[in-house]
């Protein structure tokens, strides 16, 4: 059964930090790309990063790059995300999902989801 559980949200200051966990099992995802998306409330989910599982490649929304970093730990199977600069427009449920195929910024191309994680930056 694969699960994708995600961790680290929280309550953060404007201008603060968060390290967002994604931990996978279930099968190998070593061909796979795994993402992070987020969904504030009203609006639809939104791409924030990927990498790449085997290569490492790495992909970021405009509006997060030089903020956010994204990386995989193998030996852990488990992919993080780092914000920094935390703005209120961060606010939002942040998901980590996996998809076979290159990569791509459409949620409706990844297989597997996780619950989703929390994330509240106040002003």
């Known amino acids: 059964q694969v699960q994708l559980v995600e961790s680290g949200g929280g309550l953060v200051q404007a201008g603060g930090s968060l390290r967002l966990s994604c931990a996978a099992s279930?099968?190998?995802?070593?061909?796979?790309?795994m993402g992070w998306f987020r969904q504030a409330p009203g609006k639809e989910r939104e791409f924030v990063a990927a990498?790449?599982?085997?290569?490492?490649?790495?992909y970021y929304a405009n509006s997060m790059k030089g903020r956010f970093t994204i990386s995989r730990d193998n030996a852990k199977n488990t992919i993080y995300l780092q914000m920094n600069s935390l703005e209120p427009e961060d606010t939002a449920v942040y998901y980590c999902?996996?998809?076979?195929?290159?990569?791509?910024?459409?949620?409706?191309?990844?297989?597997?989801w996780g619950q989703g994680t929390r994330v509240t930056v106040s002003s």
């Open positions: 279930g099968r190998t995802f070593v061909k796979y790309t």
């Open positions: 990498i790449g599982w085997s290569d490492g490649n790495t």
């Open positions: 999902a996996a998809n076979p195929l290159r990569f791509t910024v459409v949620p409706g191309s990844y297989d597997y």
